[in-house]
């Protein structure tokens, strides 16, 4: 279903739905039963999964907004069954990386902003008007409200969730909840763990780590090596820890 007003670059798939006054730039890869809306624009090099939808008047595909940019080959991947809204704009890479991506199952809101070189897990939801800068990464399972800017180089723990309206600077741990200006740790992300499926077990042992490392005296660092070093049995607290330990910008607490 190509609506006769589409301008379309790339070959277009029989099963794929392209709404009127749509423009399909070259070098699109499209996977089966995508949908593409009204006036959207979309352009390569970009490989997008099955049963993505991408809204009017989205802007997808783009050159990065970066000033190191000299038109190196980069490209865009979207993984299967993300659902792109209204006027969102998503770049592709720049040299440094190579490539932006978008995992699966995402929703991303009207308005939001994924800019080059950036990595979005898996089942991520991105309010409207959510705007991420360059080479951020984005953990499976995380939910951001909505006006929140998120600073270059900031990384994202999964099962985490960021309140509306917060501006981002520094890494974000796994599991956790946050809000405040500045930024801080508020509590786990209880209500999205147990909606994950999270045991009782698990989150036990998450709640201990957690009162240790942010409500306990003494730096973060120091606390997230002693778990490392005591051998915790629990995948979820190690990653914690080294979540904290490798971080670049720093974590909030």
């Known amino acids: 279903m190509i609506h006769p007003t589409v301008q379309s670059g790339s070959e277009l798939p029989r099963d794929v739905e392209v709404g009127p ?6 070098e699109v890869e499209f996977g089966s039963g995508v949908v593409i809306g009204p006036h959207a624009f979309v352009t390569g090099p970009c490989r997008i999964g099955d049963g993505v939808y991408i809204g009017p008047s989205a802007v997808v595909g ?5 000033l190191k940019y000299r038109g190196e080959r980069t490209e865009l991947v979207i993984g299967p069954r993300t659902v792109i809204r209204e ?3 998503i770049n592709r890479g720049t040299g440094e990386s190579g490539r932006t991506v978008i995992g699966a199952d995402c929703l991303i809101m009207a308005y939001v902003h994924v800019a080059h070189d950036c990595v979005v ?5 991105l309010a409207n008007a959510v705007n ?12 951001i409200g909505g006006v929140v800017p998120i600073h270059q180089f900031v ?4 099962h985490s969730m960021i309140g509306g309206g917060f501006r981002v600077s520094k890494d974000v741990p796994p599991f956790v909840l946050a809000g405040g200006s500045p930024l801080r740790v508020m509590s786990l992300n209880l209500v999205g763990l147990k909606r994950k499926g999270f045991s009782s077990d698990r989150l036990d042992e998450l709640g201990r780590a957690f009162r240790y490392l942010f409500r306990e005296k003494g730096t973060l660092t120091t606390k997230a090596k002693e778990i490392m070093e005591q051998g915790s049995s629990s995948e979820d607290c190690v990653h914690l820890a080294d979540f904290i330990l490798t971080s670049d ?5």
């Not at 897990?121 to 939801?125: A, E, K, P, Q």
Request: no cysteine; glycine share 16%; charged share 25%.
């Open 155 to 158: 990384r994202i723990g999964k």
């Open 87 to 89: 006027f969102a704009n």
């Open 132 to 143: 991420i800068a360059g080479h951020v990464e984005i953990g499976d399972d995380v939910n």
């Open 21 to 26: 006054y749509a423009v399909i730039g070259p």
């Open 62 to 66: 783009t050159d990065p907004q970066d």
């Open 249 to 253: 910008r720093g974590v909030i607490s």
């Open 121 to 125: 897990g898996d089942r991520v939801i």
